[in-house]
């Protein structure tokens, strides 16, 4: 069984930063590629960036060259640092694993980019 607990969510002004968390219990974390999602009310879910099992990352367009996903393994934790934030990236932050048949989710963290 895999737990994943988000943090680092809160209120910034446009062009601020914050640092997300998502720290997973369970022994296949190092083997896995993690997931960040977001979903802004009103909308689909949708796929911001992903980090291999080997730290290959992709981001959705959106995002690219202001966020950036990385993971320890040795903390069993993705962090998920966001720059130049604006006011379209307000949303629910959710850490995402998928392994074989399973996908596990996190309960998500609020981010509100607001003046």
């Not at 219990?25 to 796929?47: C, D, T, V």
């Amino acid at each position: 069984q895999v737990q994943l607990v988000e943090s680092g969510g809160g209120l910034v002004q446009p062009g601020g930063s914050l640092r997300l968390s998502c720290a997973a219990s369970g022994s296949i974390f190092r083997f896995a590629a993690i997931n960040w999602y977001r979903q802004a009310p009103g909308k689909q879910r949708e796929l911001v960036a992903t980090i291999t099992s080997g730290g290959t990352t992709s981001y959705a367009d959106s995002v690219k060259g202001r966020f950036t996903i990385s993971r320890d393994n040795a903390k069993n934790t993705v962090y998920l640092q966001m720059n130049s934030l604006e006011a379209e990236d307000t949303a629910v932050y959710y850490c995402n694993l998928p392994f074989g048949r399973k996908d596990y989710w996190g309960q998500g963290t609020q981010v509100t980019v607001s003046s």
